[in-house]
């Protein structure tokens, strides 16, 4: 399995920002895509964003226009730059990753092959 670790979660106002990177560790090669889920207190967990190790990314239509998904394959590091938060975007963010995943279906949960522990995003009115 491929160890994934969060960081960079925190508390903004609405309207702030915040930068969440992801560590993986544990890589044996073949195409891995990456992406983030979110899961907020008695919600189903739900797929924000995801990229292929091409750099191809598909975005979850609620943050498409105020986050950005990046990958840093040198660095094993994934990162989701979240701009313009309010308080519907409260929730912990899992990092993930998978080994056959294409277009909309790597933001189903039931495609993840290997899930971070999570951090925390408190956005604040």
């Known amino acids: 399995r491929v160890q994934l670790v969060e960081s960079g979660g925190g508390s903004v106002q609405a309207g702030g920002s915040l930068r969440l990177s992801c560590a993986a560790s544990?890589?044996?090669?073949?195409?891995?895509?990456m992406g983030w889920f979110r899961q907020a207190p008695g919600k189903e967990r739900e797929g924000v964003a995801a990229i292929d190790s091409n750099g191809v990314a598909i975005f979850a239509d609620f943050v498409k226009d105020r986050f950005t998904i990046s990958r840093d394959n040198a660095k094993n590091t994934l990162y989701l730059q979240m701009n313009g938060l309010n308080s519907e975007d409260s929730a912990m963010y899992y990092c993930a990753g998978f080994f056959a995943c294409r277009g909309e279906y790597c933001l189903r949960p039931s495609a993840v092959d290997d899930w971070g522990k999570g951090t925390r995003v408190t956005i604040s009115a």
């Open positions: 544990g890589y044996r090669g073949g195409a891995y895509s």
